[in-house]
């Protein structure tokens, strides 16, 4: 038994739901790669220029993950709440300046997330060259799903992606349009950080975001992997 005492409770261990099994996921850290489709960046008028160009990054604090099915306030400070669909992949091995080749052994499972944006705040930061911390890291705004494990996916490289509003279809893709696939990810991801179990990357999203407003439902679904839903609450 630790002799440690706090001035207050630590707060919980942040997990996710494992497909097939009782334990769960503890969840360490959250990546989330920026205009990783083409067809996103240029939606949001940064177009990607791969050959001259490497990924990017921006994370969430893990006490941001909400499991499917929450119903969520609409978040302050915010008139433009977007959603954003992603295929999450989860880590379960250590590793640092992993060769692409060798990428699969860090993956434990895949994920359906939810990268939920005040893009009015991301934008203002964009143009004033600011973090984009108020418009991604914030409550409740890394949506994901049960873990599914990897088993014989391998390194997911192709399969549908898509999110409905409503019912309303706003995004369909395939991962395949990934701009930086999972090994070339994982390879540069892990030149900057020793990545380590429980990490989560949420790898981009494709093109049609959107705005949603109190009372909207959210479905997403990533093809071999399944789905997320999330509800849109009133303001707090």
Not at 93 to 122: I, K
Request: aromatic share 8%.
């Amino acid at each position: 038994m630790s002799d440690t005492t706090y001035l207050w409770t630590p707060p919980p261990v942040h997990s996710l739901p494992v497909r097939g099994s009782q334990a769960r996921f503890p969840v360490n850290r959250i990546f989330c790669v920026g205009r990783n489709y083409q067809a996103h960046a240029v939606e949001m008028g940064t177009p990607v220029d791969k050959a001259n160009a490497r990924p990017f990054y921006f994370t969430k604090a893990a006490s941001a993950l909400v499991q499917s099915g929450a119903t969520v306030p609409y978040p302050a400070g915010t008139a433009n709440y977007h959603y954003e669909m992603e295929l999450v992949v989860a880590i379960g091995a250590a590793g640092f300046r992993v060769s692409q080749a060798d990428a699969a052994t860090l993956v434990w499972g895949y994920a359906a997330g939810l990268d939920m944006t005040r893009r009015d705040l991301q934008l203002v930061a964009r143009e004033q060259g600011r973090p984009w911390d108020l418009g991604k890291d914030f409550e409740q705004s890394a949506v994901c799903s049960e873990i599914v494990p990897a088993g014989e996916l391998g390194l997911l490289g192709s399969g549908a992606i898509g999110l409905q509003v409503n019912g309303a279809t706003r995004q369909s893709a395939d991962l395949s349009q990934l701009i930086w696939n999972i090994p070339e990810l994982l390879a540069d991801l892990s030149q900057f950080y020793h990545l380590q179990p429980g990490d989560l990357i949420y790898t981009g999203t494709p093109e049609g975001v959107g705005a949603v407003k109190p009372g909207d439902h959210i479905t997403g679904h990533v093809d071999k992997v399944g789905g997320v839903e999330l509800t849109i609450g009133q303001p707090e």
